[in-house]
């Protein structure tokens, strides 16, 4: 890789774990000649109950450390940040940065028919009210059913997606949604695809799941032809996937969840200096 060449640094993303790598799953596949560099910030994991300015102020710290590593667009893969901060890091970042909600809306847009849509989330993302607010500009008469599923990311990091105790969670998170008659649901959390499997079993055939990940993959792709920002060096893409925590921790459900093999490096980008 050519330092010099911006064109040429990493894709930056982060997520408070292994979430976010449900949009690196994404990106590899549309975009396999781009190097990824991701942070995981496993030592504030679970960022759904924080308060949402103790979320933004990690947010603008970890987007600050992704664009000094020669990040050339800082993805929040992250919705819990990005209906935390996303204005905040956009205007703190010297790089193009976009966030889940955006994509999640236009995506379950493009397939709702009965006008009212579900949105199951993190407490934070519930709470900072970023979805409602999100569809209400589009289609200010969508009924917009919300509902936070705090134990789906504890199931999710410790790899028990297919556990009794995640069917009895999901079916308790459901049961509101569908006595809604929602036609439409948005993963809106970046750790909720490895459930999607049995989410689906349990809302049935007729309501369409929708994962952010892919229409902001496509927007991420737009965006790098819009700027002339595709990577140009004939060597081979290079990804490295950083953790605040046990890096452990994280191999373990990364290899579990994502199926390839991944080098990890501990890093501590929350001291003073940041
Ligand atoms: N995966 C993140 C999200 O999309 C955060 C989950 C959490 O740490 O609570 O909201």
Redesign the pocket.
């Known amino acids: 890789m050519n330092p010099a060449d911006p064109d040429d640094g990493p894709i930056g993303l982060f ?3 292994v ?2 790598l449900t949009v690196v799953a994404h990106l590899l596949q549309r975009l396999p000649e781009e190097s990824v560099l991701y942070f995981g910030d496993t030592a ?7 308060p949402l300015e103790e979320v933004r102020d990690y947010a603008i710290r970890i987007g600050r450390y992704l664009a000094a590593q020669g990040a050339k667009i800082v993805v929040m ?7 935390a901060a996303f204005d905040a890091v956009q205007e703190d970042l010297p790089v193009p940065v976009l966030g ?1 909600v955006e994509y999640g809306v236009h995506a379950a847009l493009a397939v709702a028919r009965n006008g009212k849509v579900g949105v199951i ?5 519930v709470l900072s009210g970023a979805y409602e607010r999100a569809f209400r500009a589009v289609r200010e008469d969508l009924q917009v059913v919300q509902q936070a599923c ?1 134990e789906f ?1 504890p199931l999710v990091e410790s790899g028990a997606t297919d556990s009794p105790e995640a069917l009895a969670a999901i079916q308790q998170y459901i049961a509101p949604l569908s006595a809604q008659g929602i036609d439409t649901l948005v993963l ?5 695809p490895y459930l999607a499997g049995t989410i689906q079993q349990v809302v049935g055939p007729n309501v369409v799941l929708v994962d952010p990940a892919e229409a902001l993959v496509q927007a991420l792709e737009r965006l790098l032809d819009e700027k002339g920002l595709r990577r140009r060096s004939p060597d081979p893409p290079t990804h490295r996937f950083l953790v605040s925590g046990d890096p452990a921790a994280f191999v373990a459900a990364a290899h579990r969840l994502l199926h390839r093999e991944i080098l990890v490096e501990k890093v501590d980008i929350f001291d003073a200096e940041n």
């Open positions: 997520d408070s774990g979430g976010g504030h994991l679970p960022y759904g109950p924080r893969a992250c919705n819990t940040s990005t209906s889940m989330a993190t407490q934070g993302t705090p990311v809106g959390c970046t750790h909720y």
